[in-house]
């Protein structure tokens, strides 16, 4: 299955809110609510940040939230702080016992 | 707490076959699937498969089938990652990640393999 499309970069000032889509399919984001987001930093393991479309893991801060509407899946950074510049990426089942990762978005905080 | 150790880095040539290993400790390795994500220099997280760590059955992605191989070792609480036949476009850090429903919930520190001659 092809990659979810996400937006190759995104930006924003400390304190604003930044969304971030991922566009897949019926047959992936639209077709279950099984979307996760993970936040990357430069040389350090994905972490868990949304899952489940919009649930938060324990300890991740409420600044972060996702949603979903159609075959577009969102998460969305308030209050945005310099620790949020990462990389963060989609992922969603895809059916068959099957997961399909977005292509990944550079958050830069200006 | 929960951890997943990844093997160390590895140095390969092509045609060369590694074996990437993941131990988890922590909670029951029998209770979560295991999953392998690769990730190419410069590149994106792609999804290569995951294990069931009670049947053992593993499920492959699209373009990881044939030289890939996911095995387990229950009695240590181990997931390995075989690739055979080694290419230079093999090149990249491989993850492991425990599978929570639809999600990896916890991942491991990562395992370069380089394939160079």
């Known amino acids: 299955q092809s990659a979810l499309t996400q937006p190759r970069s995104v930006s924003g000032s400390p304190g604003q809110s930044v969304t971030i889509s991922c566009t897949g399919t019926?047959?992936?984001?639209?077709?279950?609510?099984?979307v996760s987001w993970y936040q990357q930093h430069p040389g350090k393991a994905p972490k868990l940040m949304i899952y489940?479309?919009?649930k938060r893991p324990s300890g991740v801060p409420d600044r972060f939230s996702g949603s979903k509407s159609g075959n577009t899946a969102s998460l969305t950074i308030s209050g945005l702080q310099a620790e949020d510049e990462a990389d963060y990426y989609c992922?969603?089942?895809?059916?068959?016992?099957?997961?399909?990762f977005g292509g990944g978005t550079k958050l830069t905080v200006l | 707490q929960v951890q997943l150790v990844q093997s160390g880095s590895e140095l390969k040539k092509p045609g060369a076959s590694v074996k990437v290993s993941c131990k988890a400790s922590?909670?029951?390795?029998?209770?979560?699937?295991m999953n392998w994500v690769r990730q190419a220099p410069g590149q994106g997280l792609e999804w290569m498969g995951w294990?069931?760590?009670?049947?053992?059955?593993?499920t492959y992605a699209q373009g990881f089938t044939g030289r890939f191989v996911f095995s387990l070792d229950t009695s240590v609480a181990t997931a390995y990652l075989e690739i055979t036949s080694l290419k230079a476009e093999d090149t990249a850090v491989y993850y492991c990640?425990?599978?929570?429903?639809?999600?990896?919930?916890?991942w491991g520190q990562g395992t370069l393999v380089t394939v160079s001659s």
């Open positions: 990640a425990r599978s929570n429903t639809w999600n990896h919930d916890y």
């Open positions: 922590g909670y029951t390795f029998t209770s979560y699937a």
């Open positions: 294990i069931n760590t009670n049947t053992r059955n593993p």
């Open positions: 019926s047959s992936d984001v639209g077709g279950y609510k099984y």
């Open positions: 489940d479309v919009s």
């Open positions: 992922c969603s089942y895809a059916g068959t016992y099957t997961l399909v």
